[in-house]
């Protein structure tokens, strides 16, 4: 078959390797039609959570069952899928719990309790096409994919829908949501969201969801912008007008966000001189879009993290947190947990997610869109890829 494949960072292409099959009984393979790029994925692309061998990327997909394992009693050949991104073997101690993104099972090799992550330690659940840490599952950016735990993770969704219109709930709408429900959004909220990309505007549509009175999206990039006006009908600040908090306040009497949240992480943008502290101090990337929601949010506000970090950072602003009585939560977020309700929300027209589409390419043009959004360029927000 044919998949994207990583090699080391910046080099990834489409090759031909071994079609996947059955090594478990409960697992089914699945005839990937529709695969997306994430921003996540650039955090491999780019080297900053470290990958040292070949892997098939993509965590964001679904397809038509090809084939199930003996084990599997709830899908069948020709059902139609969506695939969360987590891989969670459903009866766990943390499954029990409804924390799938926590599962002990699923990622033998790297799992433990420590999240010492920068000490390749104690890493949560398997995700699809995310480096060796997290159990180095072939993902989704490719003709076939093998799904695990085949009875409780992949949803069947309604024909009605195209894909477009339902392949957001692998991740980035699931993602969002999880933003707003971390920070308890409620009716009269003001929610900031920094990070127009992908899950920015989804937790910018989340919000609204969760009855928010206003919705803010921040970015540097005008289209991505643009966007967040367009698919989240949310008001926008450039982020190079200005101090982002005094601007924030200024729009709300003085006091500030009820609830901010970080969907970039720590590919936020940096200057010449944080990126020789980075080197200094052995960080990767930057906690600046952290200190910007605290520094945005009321007194008393919460604060959810939606942007992956994968480094420890110094002058972490912990005074401002105690001093603010800021509550803050984040991680991967639990797909299956919330995963039939959100299906019930774009079946019955409550929210469209496929809005945000600007490319939809064959599978084989992958590499040159690795690129291109990387770069941000061509008004870059979200690719769809067609196996």
């Given at each position: 078959?044919?998949?994207?494949?990583?090699?080391?960072?910046?080099?990834?292409?489409?090759?031909?390797?071994?079609?996947?099959?059955?090594?478990?009984?409960t697992?089914a393979?699945?005839?990937v039609?529709?695969?997306?790029?994430?921003?996540?994925?650039?955090?491999?692309y780019?080297?900053?959570?470290?990958?040292?061998h070949?892997?098939?990327?993509?965590?964001e997909?679904?397809?038509?069952v090809?084939?199930?394992?003996?084990?599997?009693?709830?899908l069948?050949?020709?059902d139609r899928?969506?695939?969360?991104?987590?891989?969670?073997?459903?009866?766990c101690?943390?499954?029990?719990?409804?924390l799938?993104?926590?599962?002990?099972?699923?990622n033998p090799?790297?799992?433990?309790?420590?999240?010492?992550?920068?000490?390749?330690?104690?890493?949560?659940?398997?995700?699809?096409?995310?480096?060796?840490?997290?159990g180095?599952?072939?993902?989704g950016q490719?003709?076939?994919a093998?799904?695990?735990?085949?009875?409780?993770?992949?949803?069947?969704?309604p024909?009605?829908?195209s894909?477009?219109?339902i392949l957001?709930?692998?991740?980035?709408?699931?993602t969002?949501?999880?933003?707003?429900?971390?920070?308890?959004?409620s009716?009269?909220?003001?929610?900031?969201?920094f990070?127009?990309?992908p899950?920015?505007?989804?937790?910018?549509?989340?919000?609204w969801?969760?009855?928010?009175?206003?919705?803010?999206?921040?970015?540097?990039?005008?289209y991505?912008?643009?966007?967040?006006?367009r698919?989240?009908?949310?008001?926008?600040?450039?982020?190079?007008?200005?101090?982002?908090?005094?601007?924030?306040?200024?729009?709300?009497?003085g006091?500030?966000?009820?609830?901010?949240?970080?969907?970039?992480?720590?590919?936020?943008?940096?200057?010449?001189?944080?990126?020789?502290?980075?080197?200094l101090?052995?960080?990767?990337?930057?906690?600046?879009?952290?200190?910007?929601?605290?520094?945005?949010?009321?007194?008393?506000?919460?604060?959810s993290v939606?942007?992956?970090?994968?480094?420890?950072?110094?002058?972490?602003?912990?005074?401002?947190?105690?001093?603010k009585?800021?509550?803050?939560?984040?991680g991967?977020?639990?797909?299956?947990r919330?995963?039939?309700?959100?299906?019930?929300?774009v079946a019955e027209?409550?929210?469209a997610?496929?809005?945000?589409?600007?490319?939809?390419?064959?599978l084989?043009?992958?590499?040159?869109?690795?690129d291109?959004?990387?770069?941000?360029?061509?008004?870059?927000?979200?690719?769809?890829?067609?196996?």
């Open positions: 078959m044919k998949a994207l494949v990583f090699h080391k960072p910046k080099h990834v292409s489409v090759d031909t390797v071994d079609d996947p099959v059955i090594q478990e009984p697992d393979i699945v005839r039609t529709s695969t997306a790029i994430c921003g996540s994925d650039l955090h491999i780019n080297g900053m959570i470290p990958q040292p070949d892997l098939i990327l993509g965590h997909f679904m397809g038509i090809e084939e199930v394992g003996t084990g599997v009693t709830k069948k050949r020709g899928v969506i695939v969360p991104f987590p891989i969670a073997c459903g009866h101690h943390f499954c029990d719990m409804d799938p993104t926590h599962c002990e099972n699923s090799e790297m799992y433990g309790p420590q999240g010492e992550i920068i000490k390749m330690k104690g890493a949560g659940a398997a995700l699809y096409g995310y480096t060796d840490l997290y180095a599952v072939s993902g490719a003709e076939y093998r799904i695990q735990y085949a009875d409780y993770n992949p949803r069947v969704v024909e009605l829908l894909d477009e219109q957001f709930l692998t991740d980035i709408f699931p969002g949501w999880a933003a707003c429900e971390w920070a308890e959004v009716n009269g909220d003001v929610v900031v969201v990070g127009c990309g899950v920015g505007i989804m937790a910018q549509k989340a919000a969801l969760h009855g928010a009175k206003r919705v803010i999206g921040v970015d540097r990039l005008p991505r912008l643009e966007m967040a006006q698919a989240a009908n949310s008001e926008v600040i450039n982020a190079e007008d200005g101090d982002v908090a005094e601007i924030v306040r200024e729009m709300t009497g006091y500030g966000a009820d609830v901010c949240i970080d969907a970039v992480g720590m590919e936020a943008h940096r200057t010449t001189l944080q990126k020789a502290a980075n080197v101090q052995a960080e990767k990337g930057s906690m600046s879009v952290l200190k910007d929601c605290f520094d945005t949010v009321r007194r008393g506000g919460r604060v939606v942007g992956v970090y994968g480094s420890p950072y110094d002058n972490y602003p912990l005074y401002q947190w105690f001093e009585s800021i509550r803050l939560m984040g991967q977020a639990w797909v299956q919330w995963l039939d309700d959100l299906i019930k929300l027209g409550k929210v997610l496929d809005d945000i589409i600007t490319h939809k390419v064959p084989s043009e992958a590499a040159g869109m690795y291109v959004f990387n770069k941000k360029e061509d008004g870059c927000v979200k690719v769809v890829l067609k196996p």
